[in-house]
């Protein structure tokens, strides 16, 4: 990689740590690529819908459809680190968000009542 590391960076226990959860990542995609296509397969789906939204009608699902695609981006990097049970956590936060969409759709009462 060209990118260097800032100064001081790895010098704690948080920053190594970081580095570690990078290196777990990097590992991942050489060594399971079957596997990570499937999900820059599904990103690419999220990135699809999102790059063809134009003025959105109803506009309210949307904002939970990008809370889903961060949420799902977020699991794929902790999963590639190897942090599969913090996933979870993530992986439910996106199905969430696509049943909040589901649910209020375009109703502002209900929008209203969930803020």
Same mark, same amino acid.
């Given at each position: 990689?060209?990118?260097?590391?800032p100064? =001081?960076? =790895? #010098?704690?226990?948080?920053?190594?740590?970081?580095? #570690? &959860?990078?290196? #777990?990542? %990097? /590992? $991942?995609?050489?060594?399971?690529?079957?596997? @990570? !296509?499937?999900?820059?397969? @599904?990103?690419?789906?999220?990135?699809?819908?999102?790059?063809? +939204?134009? #003025?959105?009608?109803?506009?309210?699902?949307?904002? %939970?459809?990008?809370? /889903?695609?961060?949420?799902?981006?977020?699991? $794929?990097? +902790?999963?590639? /680190?190897?942090?599969? &049970? *913090?996933?979870? +956590?993530?992986?439910?936060?996106?199905?969430?968000? !696509? !049943? &909040?969409?589901?649910?209020?759709?375009?109703? $502002? *009462?209900?929008w209203?009542?969930?803020?």
């Amino acid at each position: 990689m060209t990118k260097q590391s800032p100064p =001081g960076w =790895g #010098n704690d226990s948080l920053t190594k740590y970081l580095d #570690n &959860y990078r290196d #777990n990542q %990097f /590992a $991942t995609f050489v060594g399971k690529r079957a596997v @990570i !296509s499937d999900l820059i397969l @599904i990103d690419g789906m999220y990135k699809l819908l999102l790059d063809g +939204a134009k #003025n959105p009608k109803p506009f309210i699902p949307m904002t %939970f459809f990008l809370r /889903a695609h961060s949420a799902y981006r977020s699991a $794929t990097g +902790a999963v590639m /680190a190897g942090q599969l &049970y *913090e996933a979870q +956590a993530l992986l439910r936060l996106c199905l969430e968000h !696509s !049943s &909040y969409a589901l649910y209020i759709g375009p109703d $502002t *009462e209900r929008w209203k009542r969930w803020m």
